[in-house]
């Protein structure tokens, strides 16, 4: 598996959701478009479009374009999007539907997850395997957590235990403000936060602005590959 397939599988859609014990924020999330620069091992191999947009009744839709451009990923035409659909319910984001689909010359995956929160169930679809489980409350999938913990953060948030809708069961993850540090990426020089998640043993670490910023201007996971995201541009209609 190449270096930027590993990142479409262990960082699609990035890992984070924050604020006390549930990732509530008082402010409903403004639409934006934000472009992020990928790495491996310091190199670049992709980018990244991530945008976010109201779509009437108090719903939104959530994306996530990654593309290989340089080295071996642009070489195998390596890409993933991600797409969800969730609510806006009681101060915080809501998961309706999640769609995510990883394609190289090699490999090609597709989950299809749907939440009826009427009949309290979540089904997934993943390469014409079913799974079938009951939502938890307030549950997210993978896709919109960097933007939930940028809402709690923006409200004072510093850690949250998550509910998050992953292929075969609902997933509680553990986030914390671990303490402030200088970064430098493409958009600017930050002084930012840094978040850890605490519930696993993954290097996983992530930096917030949060009064600038819903999401994150830098994120970096190892595991299979030394992966990094860096804030390109944001911008709102």
């Known amino acids: 598996m190449s270096t930027f397939q590993r990142h479409l599988t262990l960082a699609a859609g990035f890992a984070l959701a924050f604020a006390g014990t549930a990732a509530h924020a008082a ?10 620069q990928v790495l491996s091992d310091g190199n670049p191999i992709g980018q990244a479009t991530i945008s976010l947009k109201p779509v009437g009744n108090g ?13 071996f ?21 809501e998961a309706l539907t999640y769609d995510y689909r990883m394609d190289t010359a090699f490999k090609q995956i597709h989950r ?9 169930t979540v089904q997934v679809t993943e390469n014409r395997r ?8 307030g549950m997210v999938d993978r896709n919109i957590l960097p933007l939930a913990i940028g809402l709690a953060l923006q409200d004072g948030g510093r850690s949250v235990s998550l509910p998050v809708g992953v292929r075969q069961r609902v997933e509680r993850q553990t986030y914390q403000v671990k303490g402030n540090a200088a970064v430098q990426v493409p958009a ?16 996983f670490a992530a930096w ?28 709102r209609p």
Request: glycine residues 6%.
């Open 59 to 71: 719903d939104y839709a959530y994306s996530n374009e990654m593309k290989g451009t340089s080295g």
């Open 188 to 203: 600017g020089h930050f002084q930012a936060e840094r978040v850890e998640r605490s519930d696993s043993s993954n290097a």
């Open 27 to 36: 402010t409903p999330p403004q639409a934006f478009t934000a472009t992020y």
């Open 112 to 120: 299809h997850m749907q939440v009826d929160w009427n009949r309290h």
């Open 73 to 93: 990923a642009a070489m195998i035409g390596a890409s993933s999007s991600e797409a969800s659909r969730f609510r806006w319910s009681h101060d915080a984001a």
């Open 208 to 235: 917030y602005v949060p009064s600038k910023y819903p999401m994150p201007v830098k994120l970096a996971q190892k595991g299979g590959g030394d992966l990094t995201l860096q804030l390109v541009s944001f911008r």
């Open 130 to 137: 079913h799974f079938r489980y009951a939502p938890a409350p």
